[in-house]
Structure formats: C-alpha cells, structure tokens
C-alpha cells in the first residue's frame, strides 16, 4: 500500500468524461441487480481489498462523535457502518443513492443500529444535486461511487457546497493506475474475469449485472488525475493506494466558502 502526502497538485488537463446519461441509466438499472449479492461479489473480485480499503479511508478520516456525515452513494450501507462506529453518539447519518432499492436495502442493513446514538436518514438523490442546505456537513465520503457521476466537476462542486468551513471530504474509488500498461491489464481482468467469476453467486442462465462495472472503469479517471482533480475544489491531506493504483482513498478538506 501507497502512502503519499500531497501538497500542491498539478493541473488537470483534458479528461475523460463521466457517464453520460444513456449510460448512467443502464449503469444504474445493473446495480440494482448486484443488491443481493453486492459485497460477497466485491470480496470475491477484489481479493479482500474493497473492504480493506473502505477501512484505510475510514481510518485517516478523523471522524468523532457528533458529526453530521453524508454517505453519498452509499449503496447497501457498507460504508455506513464504518461511519456509525466513528460518530457515535450525537451524530447524523444521511445516506443518499439515487436508487430507492439500495435506500431500502441499506435501511433494512442499518436498522441494527437503531437506538445506537446515530441519527439516521435516508435520501433519494444524485451527486449533481444534492438535497441538502449549505455548510450543513461536518464530512462527505463517496466510497466506489465517485466513478458513477454525469458529472463529476458539478459532484465535487455539491459536495463543496454541503461542506463546513474545514469540512472533510473522503473518497475512495477504483481507479486506473498511473502506469499504462498496469491499467490495460486491470482492464483486461475487469472485463473478461469479473463477470464469470461473480456468475457463481447468480442463478444458470442469469446475465451477470457486473459487466456494468467495465463501463464505469473505462470512463474513470486514473489515480493521479482524480487526486489532481479532487484538488481543484479541496486542499488535498492524504492519499492512500493500494494494488498499484487500482484503489485510490483521498482526504481532503474544503478551504473558505462555498
């Protein structure tokens, strides 16, 4: 694992574009396909890594009790548990999903946690535009989400917006490494080996749903340039990677206002 601190950051050039709208549907319409087996696939395909990681951005985060955290993205509510140990007690839990099977499902996974000090809420809606006032957050954490965006420039932007003054935001994603030939080979293994290896959690006959995620790869970012973008909207504290830059986990902390 790859430990860097970063001060400035470069420039960001022309990059690849986030999903367009088409292809966000569909990206969409698979991922609520992947629900009933979503993280057993993710341990599966990712050699332990994808929990790994989610604990790494969860260990540099800094969160303490009482904070007010927006879980974008946040899927079955994997993440979410990691946040509810950290802010606990007095603390609030918004999780957001643009789909209303994924609030559902992460509402029946969280329900443990009932009675446990957190506040806890459940909204539909996009990165693009969020539901929230302004400066009302103490963090946002995306985790394997980010790569979904229609627009990532308008994404980072809300999650401006939502922050505090000082306000942290986590992202942790899967990314291209920096290095060619390393990302044309995770590509291979996303594209050709992750789809029937998750078929073995799935009916005969059924289509895996993570055929999707070769999509989402191909229009990510690698490492360095999600870092680098990530800094034009935040001051940039910590990056950790993992399997040469497949994983990418960043803190960083919003500077003035909105």
């Known amino acids: 694992m790859l430990n860097l601190r970063l001060g400035q950051t470069k420039e960001v050039g022309s990059l690849p574009e ?10 969409i319409e698979e991922l609520e396909r992947t629900i009933p087996y979503y993280e057993r696939v993710n341990h599966l395909i990712t050699l332990g ?16 009790a009482g904070d007010v955290v927006l879980d974008a993205g946040c899927g079955p509510g994997n993440m979410s548990e990691l946040i509810i140990e950290k802010i606990r007690p007095g603390g609030r839990l918004i999780c957001l999903d643009p789909l209303q099977s994924m609030l559902n499902e992460a509402h029946r996974n969280l329900s443990k946690y009932s009675g446990s000090g957190v506040n806890l809420e459940f909204r539909k ?5 969020i539901p929230l006032d302004d400066e009302c957050l103490d963090a ?20 401006r917006r939502t922050l505090k003054k000082g306000g942290k935001f986590l ?14 080979m995770v590509g291979f293994y996303i ?8 078929k073995i959690f799935y009916p005969m006959g059924m289509r895996s749903p993570w055929n999707a995620l070769h999509i989402t790869y191909e229009k990510m970012l690698t490492s360095l340039e999600l870092v680098n973008l990530i800094g034009k909207y935040f001051r940039i504290e910590k990056v950790e990677k993992a399997m040469f830059g497949t994983f990418t986990a960043v803190k960083a902390i919003k500077l003035g206002k909105s």
């Open 18 to 27: 986030g999903l367009d709208e088409s292809t966000w549907k569909g990206v």
């Open 49 to 64: 890594h994808s929990g790994k990681m989610r604990r790494v951005l969860i260990e540099i985060s800094d969160l303490k």
């Open 125 to 129: 809606g996009r990165f693009e535009d």
């Open 140 to 159: 946002v954490i995306t985790s394997y989400s980010f790569r979904d965006a229609v627009d990532r420039e308008s994404a980072l932007k809300e999650f």
């Open 171 to 184: 992202m942790l994603d899967l990314t291209k490494p920096d290095i060619k030939q390393l990302s044309l």
């Open 191 to 198: 594209k050709w080996i992750v789809p029937p290896l998750s």
